[in-house]
């Protein structure tokens, strides 16, 4: 059978019509990490940023300001991120994407009570909109402890960070745990959502972005070989094992505060746990694997 003329690329059966994420190039733009020499940030964040940047989806007037409590000057910053990238990016490094991304790098020093950091990062955003083409667009990114959200949201509303130009945009990302019970969220979400609007405001867990995570519905319920016998009436029990080659390192006082239960338990690992047993979609709803017509 000739399949001249054909289209054979295929929908990705998971993808939502209103889904607006990548793969597309991302328009002027600019990412603030809070917290940007912990763990999260030099093993995930930035290494991710240089790869969506290899593959030719940021613009090239990105930029990315690192905000810490170190004594350090942008070219510091630069290769704290060059040695990151160099360690975990997933694609290859390359000089010239890195040259590139290396120019729109910032570093403000500071406390999140600092109210001069805050102002020194404010001049760095209206500088980056005038020497990158950022567009006033920025993206908040708290790699922080938990007990620091109320007070870094709370300073980017003081200083007018939080407030987008007129036909720009502001985004707050902020990662797991929120909160510590249902009081105490509930609190923090009135802080957040006293500076940000509810679809300014990102809550996330980086955890569920792995690939093997993301792609356990459609192993179950888009593969005809397990969706009949994945049940009760064939399996027997579940195991879920989180296994890290690294040790504490670094996040020993992270740990001392929030404690691996809450870290991994209640997120990472129930999040596994009910894409594995959770109930079949109803017929309309589940994936479907179909050339496009």
């Known amino acids: 059978m000739s399949t001249a003329g054909m289209d054979t690329a295929w929908d990705n059966p998971l993808r939502d019509p209103r889904d607006r994420r990548l793969p597309r190039i991302a328009g002027p733009s600019g990412l603030v990490i809070f917290g940007v020499t912990g763990d999260l940030s030099r093993k995930k964040l930035m290494p991710a940023v240089y790869d969506l940047a290899n593959r030719g989806l940021l613009p090239p007037g990105f930029s990315l300001v690192g905000f810490a409590r170190r004594d350090w000057e942008d070219q510091d910053f630069a290769q704290v991120v060059h040695d990151a990238v160099r360690e975990h990016a997933r694609t290859p490094f390359r000089e010239e994407v890195w040259q590139q991304l290396a120019e729109g790098m910032r570093f403000i020093p500071g406390d ?171 017929p309309s709803t589940r994936p479907r694997c179909s050339p496009r017509s």
């Open 112 to 282: 999140f009570d600092d109210d001069s950091a805050f102002k020194q990062l404010r001049d760095a955003v209206e500088e980056l909109d005038h020497s990158r083409g950022t567009g006033g667009n920025f993206a908040f990114y708290l790699s922080v402890p938990p007990k620091f959200f109320p007070k870094v949201v709370e300073q980017l509303k003081k200083h007018g960070l939080a407030n987008a130009p007129d036909g720009s945009w502001r985004r707050a990302v902020i990662e797991k745990p929120f909160g510590h019970d249902l009081s105490s969220a509930q609190e923090l979400n009135a802080i957040v959502h006293d500076v940000f609007e509810p679809d300014q405001v990102f809550r996330i867990d980086h955890y569920l972005g792995k690939e093997t995570v993301q792609n356990i519905l459609a192993l179950r319920f888009a593969n005809q070989m397990f969706e009949p016998i994945w049940n009760r009436s064939y399996v027997d029990h579940i195991q879920i094992t989180m296994a890290e080659d690294i040790g504490i390192g670094g996040r020993a006082g992270y740990y001392d505060g929030i404690g691996s239960a809450r870290d991994v338990i209640q997120n990472h690992l129930l999040q596994l746990m009910a894409l594995t047993a959770m109930e079949s979609p109803p």
